[in-house]
């Protein structure tokens, strides 16, 4: 009987401690991700491309557009400047957490769904893949 108290408890207990893990990495995916669109938003390509990995691959599910050049869209960033954030935030927002990597789901009124895939390196976050729904739909500042 004590053996089987002991081990529910140690089971209980590594739950209630994996629970705290993913809550820790989610609020660090959390706070990366909204520094990275930060990023892009205020045009600053070269903050934008600090977050991501050099094998980053995008892909825009409506028209299957794949890109894999993370110089050219850091380039274009901030060429084009920053842009004027549509209204709303991230709706239906799920982190799925597996150890060092994450995949973040979600909705947005610009980009409509989106899956991103982020894996921790060096001690770093990165994200390796973005899948979104709708081809991008922004208007640069003062157009």
């Known amino acids: 009987m004590h053996f089987l108290v002991t081990t529910a408890i140690v089971f209980v207990m590594a739950l209630s401690a994996s629970a705290q893990d993913n809550a820790k990495i989610q609020g660090e995916v959390k706070e990366f ?21 050099d094998n980053c691959v995008w892909t825009i599910m409506s028209t299957g557009e794949v890109e894999q050049n993370k110089a050219e869209r850091a380039a274009r960033i901030t060429e084009n400047g920053p842009i004027e954030r549509a209204g709303g935030g991230i709706s239906d927002e799920k982190f799925h957490v597996q150890k060092n990597r994450v995949i973040h789901t979600g909705e947005t009124p610009v980009f409509g769904r989106f899956a991103r895939v982020y894996a921790k390196r060096d001690g770093r976050w990165q994200m390796l893949s973005l899948y979104t729904e709708h081809p991008w739909r922004l208007s640069r500042r003062g157009d």
Do not use: L, P, V
């Not at 991700?33 to 990995?53: L, P, V």
């Open 33 to 53: 991700d909204r520094a990275r669109t930060a990023a892009f938003f205020k045009g600053d390509g070269e903050a934008w491309a600090k977050h991501i990995a």
